[in-house]
């Protein structure tokens, strides 16, 4: 692997999952006990309905939107408050692993890498197995040059649950290890894992998804840091809960476990996430280790970044349903609605950027008969609670830049929501693994519609009146347009050129 200096994926891991001083545990603990007061005061004065309700409907609408917020600021204090951090367990055996490499049309130069680590692992009798969905003659090569198992199917159903369940009858090792095709993997990724495995009740052990290409990618490092809040402190939670799912990547299976619910799910665009409810429901459990033991690409440019969110989107409200169906116990029932209904969040966001806009085009306003002032010695604490615990249990890592990002990409969750009401089915995208050298104005045009609405709407405001209730719709309006257009520019700007490691990648490539 030293061969190879120009891949991002050997440089030094920048992000440590687990914060140093006090645990996420104490410190969302201690901001419960200031979150409590702050939601008593401020939905206290809320939903006293005579004298708070503006126009009705619009009120309404507020309401709802607020208690989903509100239902999802307590589920992250309450997963967060239940932190547990597991230490490496080595084997104390040697056993066989099967190591996965699912691929599909991806640049054999990103797989090499994958492979060489992979035959690599230290800790267990490694089989290391390229999955080749897209009957490529270079992944054969491949496979030959590093001495790894190949295997190849005829039938290209189910995507890469589809491609991992017919790799399931062609081996047989007791444990099963699953790196996506840019995932390379540490040497000692089974020897920190493979000992939870001694519990036979086990089904998995996952570990993060870390992107190793944030230094230079503007998408990349923004992807990377909603990424770190979800493996860092809520996978820890989740794991106290014993309700930590599958992710597909970065995870050992005990091939038992996959057996007996029939491999993964087929119907699903997050195989994964419906393959742990299952696996919860036959009374398996699960385990996380929060440390970063393979190193992968993230999205590097909008168009792959929106592909992907749109695809765990569909996939995690499609298996809203089946959580509610699924005979767990209620606190993993909980866990798996609560990460299914965060897809809903661009609602909320959709709905809050509505309200200047109705009021400056003459319409009503959700809450009546108040000044700015009033409202925001109100929703303040509650609101700067909510962000402080965000922060407090990233360590820092969960960004602005994450946030407008997730901002400006809100019409994903309401068209993931419109599809998957309708029932109409998507198709499994790969992540695109090199951005596009060209700017993306397409791949935000529905946040650039909404900037344009709010643009429009705060001309027509101030040129019918300029009183303070004008100013203050124009002020939160404002406030939604920076966040916006933050979360846009990334699509907008000139691509910067391709960093020295990239094009010595490309000669070697070629």
Partial sequence: MSSRPWDVRLRRVTWQPVP??????????????????AVVWYFGWLLNVPARAGTPYLYGILIVAELFNLMQALGFWWTCANEIVRPRRPPTQRVAVDVFIPVYKEPPEIVDLTVAAAT???????????????????????????????????????????????????????????????????????????????????????????????????????????????????CRGKDGLGAVFCCGTCVLFRRTAFESVGGFPTNSLTEDFELSIHLHEKGWSSAYVSEVLARGIGPEDTAAYVS???????GCLSGVPRAFRAKLPLKLKMQYLLSGLYFLSGWTVLIYMSFPVIRLLGGGQPIGHIDAPTFLVHFVPYYA???????????????????????????????????????????????????????????????????GILVLACIYGLARNTNAATINNVSFAAVHISILMAGCWAALEKPPAPAPEALEAAEVAA
Avoid: C
């Fill in 20 to 37: 140093k001083g006090v645990s996420v545990r104490t410190r969302v603990r201690i901001l419960i006990a200031l979150g409590i007061p």
């Fill in 120 to 234: 690599g692992l230290r800790g267990a009798e490694v089989r290391v197995w390229i999955l080749d969905d897209g009957n490529d003659d270079a992944m054969r090569d491949l496979a030959q040059r590093y001495g790894v198992g190949y295997i190849r199917r005829a039938e290209h159903s189910g995507a890469k649950a589809g491609n991992i369940n017919h790799a399931l009858t062609k081996t047989d090792a007791p444990f099963i290890a699953v790196f996506d095709s840019d995932h390379v993997a540490d040497p000692e990724f089974l020897e920190a894992t493979l000992g939870y495995m001694d519990d036979p009740n086990i089904a998995f052990v996952q570990t993060p998804q870390y992107y190793a290409n944030i230094e230079h990618n503007r998408i990349a490092a923004a992807s990377m840091s909603q990424q770190a809040l979800f493996f860092g402190a809520i």
């Fill in 308 to 314: 992907q969110q749109q695809r765990w989107a569909r």
């Fill in 385 to 451: 609670i909510a962000l402080t615990t965000a922060a407090l249990a990233g360590a820092g890592s969960y960004t602005f830049a994450a946030f407008a990002l997730s901002s400006a990409n809100f019409w994903i969750h309401i068209l993931s929501t419109i599809y998957t009401v309708l029932r109409r089915s998507g198709s499994f995208v790969v992540t695109p693994k090199q951005g596009a050298q060209a700017r993306q104005p397409r791949a935000v045009m529905p946040a650039l519609a909404a900037v």
